[in-house]
């Protein structure tokens, strides 16, 4: 099965834009996070989806949104970035059954705001 | 709520030596126990698991076993080499909170020198 795909890659963008970062699950999984990684913060978790609905949120203001679509796959969208965005943006999807707290990471977004 | 905590780094070796990294947890119920690789420039690698007490999740010569009286799941390797330094996260899922996302400590940073 191919793994988590994540695009792009990399990613440098002006302070006051908006930027979209699109995540692709493992085949089959339906549960699909995301996190912001960056080395003061360490890793934190922004929001989970589970069959386009989003099940969990954690605390990031309202910049940060996402969805997730029929396919399952999932796109995170931040408006009017903030040089604090700069970040590693990691995707990790979730199989249906089984462990479904087992999370398998794509390589990450490295989102650079300047 | 759930938590993680996790032995602060960096850890130095020398290749071959022993490896420990500690890790302890608070949940209710019985979490499901996670231990999280990520190399540079990379995103995090699913390294082992233990989904019940007393249980022994390994890999690639890594061991971790889940005690449930002490609350931890220590990570340990006999002989570790320099291809292991990386940042070691342990995760915990579930334990009877429902839905929630999956709780990461802050991580451990390995370096493994020749």
């Known amino acids: 099965k191919a793994g988590v795909t994540q695009t792009p890659r990399y990613l440098i963008k002006t302070r006051g834009q908006q930027v979209t970062l699109s995540c692709s699950p493992i085949?089959?999984?339906?549960?699909v996070s995301w996190y912001q990684q960056t080395p003061g913060q360490g890793l934190q978790f922004l929001f989970e989806?589970?069959?386009?609905?989003?099940?969990n949120k954690g605390n990031f203001p309202g910049r940060f949104s996402g969805r997730q679509f029929s396919n399952s796959r999932s796109e995170m969208n931040v408006s009017t970035l903030e040089l604090g965005d700069s970040a590693l943006y990691l995707c990790?999807?979730?199989?249906?059954?089984?462990?479904?707290?087992?999370?398998?990471f794509g390589p990450g977004t490295r989102l650079t705001v300047t | 709520g759930n938590s993680v905590t996790q032995m602060e780094g960096p850890v130095t070796l020398s290749e071959e030596a022993f490896l420990t990294i500690n890790c302890t947890y608070t949940?209710?119920?019985?979490?499901?126990l996670f231990w999280y690789v990520q190399y540079p420039g990379e995103g995090l690698q699913l390294l082992l698991k233990?989904?019940?007490?007393?249980d022994k999740g390994s890999n690639k010569g890594f061991e971790a076993t889940y005690r449930k009286e002490t609350t931890s799941f220590h990570l340990e390797k006999g002989s570790v080499q320099v291809s292991d330094s990386a940042v070691y996260f342990c995760?915990?899922?579930?334990?009877?909170?429902?839905?929630?996302?999956?709780?990461f400590g802050k991580g451990t940073r390995l370096s493994v020198i020749a």
């Open positions: 990790a999807s979730s199989p249906s059954t089984g462990n479904t707290y087992e999370q398998y």
């Open positions: 085949s089959g999984h339906r549960s």
């Open positions: 989806y589970f069959s386009e609905t989003q099940r």
């Open positions: 949940a209710t119920g019985y979490p499901s």
């Open positions: 233990a989904t019940k007490a007393d």
């Open positions: 995760a915990l899922g579930g334990g009877g909170s429902g839905n929630t996302p999956l709780v």
